[in-house]
Nanobody, 123 residues
Framework: QVQLVESGGGLVQAGGSLRVSCTAS????????MAWFRQAPGKQREFVAA???????YYVNSVKGRFTISKDNAKNTVYLQMNSLKPEDTAAYYC?????????????????WGQGTLVTVSS
């Protein structure tokens, strides 16, 4: 059974940094694209960043230059390093795995999802 477990969320002041992690079990995901999405209260789930099986990365404009997605295939883990955090980054962050190596910004094409980790940025 495939399982994705996020960790690393928490409370941070504006301008601070946080790294969230997502570890997969039940399957090796080195050949598949992985992504981070987020959902703030009362809002739709939003794409944040993705990384292809080959390591290419893609970000939503609002986090470019501040967030970095990376992965460790040996650990079956994907990371999201978040710097210069803003209050508008406050949301539950979810990792997702796609059934192919090409990344996408659409949540509809991701097959596996984690349970989410909450990131709160205070002003």
């Amino acid at each position: 059974q495939v399982q994705l477990v996020e960790s690393g969320g928490g409370l941070v002041q504006a301008g601070g940094s946080l790294r969230v992690s997502c570890t997969a079990s039940g399957r090796t995901f080195s050949s598949y694209a992985m992504a981070w999405f987020r959902q703030a209260p009362g809002k739709q789930r939003e794409f944040v960043a993705a990384i292809s099986s080959g390591g290419s990365t893609y970000y939503v404009n609002s986090v470019k230059g501040r967030f970095t997605i990376s992965k460790d295939n040996a650990k079956n883990t994907v990371y999201l390093q978040m710097n210069s955090l803003k209050p508008e980054d406050t949301a539950a962050y979810y990792c997702a795995v796609k059934d192919s190596g090409i990344y996408s910004a659409s949540p509809l094409v991701y097959k596996y999802w984690g349970q989410g980790t909450l990131v709160t940025v205070s002003s």
